[in-house]
């Protein structure tokens, strides 16, 4: 499984309609995603999801420039909700141009929510004729795109409090899984963590909510400094496991420590699930999830600039997106180099 900075062909969005949870901010989301396609188009191609092809690429051509366009791709089918790093392809690579494209189950975080033409997506995709690489059914086993991060040389790391949640892959228990994980991600170790469960995450404590991989063995992870907060002593815990973490080589991991998000609550009260750790690796920049908290956003931007001093950082304001429980990179999955294939007739499926 590549890590998520090597070379991509491209990234793909599910775009939101008024059919999804996002019917009541719309308007805004649809926004937060023209966002998204912009900041997208301009490094790499676009792949975008949608029931509503004509519709999304009337409203970029307002938006993004011919150049941009001509980057982007839409796929037509049937969608529940938004969230392509749960339901894309985890797709592994040989470093020779091959690739085999993993289509797990998506059973929307544990049965929470309806997920069923979400989960046929990838199928649909691969039969138009978007992608190159071997179909591989794996839909046998429940795995989100979010709750696995890879380092590109054999080590993949989750999260206990997610893969071993209820209505996941049970009565599999933790060994069980850990050898599916190896097997299928063709992966030498796996580096379980068991703290750091962000208030509001449906989605069971993805690890792509709190640690992220970076070149050089770094570990780019949430921390908490308000022993008054909630989430204090489970993220003094996650801080304190990655400490005595060590590589395959028995090295300790650079850590380099995010700022947690001042509590962010909805109009109801509840606590939404903000964190910087959600950015997106591209080939020439990171995107990175902004919450309109100038000395928060600032810090969080210079340590992801830390951990990719290469890439451009491009801030994407996120306050819509955890509205829904997720943030930036829940939204993407990039397609390794090699992988997506543009069909000859038209850049529009049905």
Known sequence: MPAEWEPQDAVMLTWPHVATDWNDCLEAISQTYVQMAHAISRQERLLIVTPHAEEVEALLGQRLTAAQMANIGFHECPTNDTWARDHGFI?????????????????GWGRKFEAALDNRINRSLFDAGW??????????FVLEGGSIESDGRGTVFTTSQCLMAPHRNEPLGRHEVELRLKETLQADRIVWLDHGNLVGDDTDGHIDTIVRVAPGDTLVYVGCDNRHD?????????EQQLEELKTADGQPYRLLRLPMPDAICDDDGNRLPATYANFLVMNGCVLVPVYGQTRNDEAALRIIGEAFPDRELVAIDSRTIILQHGSLHCCTMQLPQGVLRTPKDTNTEK
Do not use: I, S, V
Request: aromatic share 14%.
């Open 91 to 107: 797709t592994l690579t040989d470093g020779q141009g091959g690739a085999r494209l993993l289509d797990f189950c998506f059973n």
């Open 230 to 238: 909630e989430q204090w002593a489970d993220f003094k815990a996650l």
């Open 131 to 140: 992608l190159n690489g071997h179909y591989c059914d794996c839909l046998d």
